[in-house]
Antibody, heavy 126, light 113 residues
């Protein structure tokens, strides 16, 4: 049974870099079928897709975050990670990692999150 | 970006009654080559992550009760709970995965009347 566990600092100072790791168990990040995603949810608000990575190294980022965002994958540890630089209070949210399935259309290929971790709250404050 | 708009924002339905949630996309999410609508529905209970209920607009995820159904095509979609149970109290989100960025509706809170 697949499990995803987010980990990282719960408090980050403004202008610093938010770094989170998702540890996957019960599934391999190198499985060709799956993509690996990050989604966030500000307290009491809706969901925002952050980005996705495939073990091949291909990534797809939300354009609104792209200039500050890096998603990477460590196949040796069966983990993938999120780095978001120059954070502000607007980046305060519960951050979820998810396993996703890739689908393509005439608009490109995206990954549908199908199973989510429990999430971790990251607060940006001095 | 494709904007997803749900209605209503909140809904109260009696136990055993039907609940209907609407989702409208700002542009079509139907891919004509495979005739599939790139539209999903999620359920989020308090303190829990979202759970995938429906994908391709009408395909139930494995293990999802049959009382949940999805319909619609193009830009207009509906999630129906045919007979509301107490455990269905949650916020429901629609999502498009047709074009970058993936976007979600604002959510509909479903409660018991």
């Amino acid at each position: 049974q697949v499990q995803l566990q987010e980990s990282g600092p719960g408090l980050v100072k403004p202008s610093e870099t938010l770094s989170l790791t998702c540890t996957v168990s019960g599934s391999s990040v190198t499985s060709g079928s799956y993509y690996w995603s990050w989604i966030r949810q500000p307290p009491g608000k809706g969901l925002e897709w952050i980005g996705t990575i495939h073990h091949s190294g291909s990534t797809n980022y939300n354009p609104s975050l792209k200039s500050r965002l890096t998603i990477s994958i460590d196949t040796s540890k069966n983990q993938f990670s999120l780095n978001l630089s120059s954070v502000t209070a607007a980046d305060t949210a519960v951050y979820y990692c998810a396993r996703a399935l890739g689908y393509c259309s005439d608009m490109g290929c995206l990954a549908l999150p199908i199973f989510w971790g429990q999430g971790t709250l990251v607060t940006v404050s001095s | 970006d494709i904007v997803m708009t749900q209605s209503p924002d909140s809904l109260a339905v009696s136990l055993g009654e039907r609940a209907t949630i609407k989702c409208k996309s700002s542009q079509s999410v139907l891919y004509s080559s495979n005739n599939k609508n790139y539209l999903a529905w999620y359920q989020q209970k308090p303190g829990q992550p979202p759970k995938l209920l429906i994908y391709w607009a009408s395909t139930r995820q494995s293990g999802v009760p049959a009382r949940f159904s999805g319909s619609g095509s193009g830009t207009d979609f509906t999630l129906t709970v045919s007979s509301l149970q107490a455990e269905d109290v949650a916020v429901y989100y629609c999502q498009q995965y047709y074009s970058t960025p993936i976007t979600f509706g604002q959510g509909t809170r479903l409660e018991i009347k």
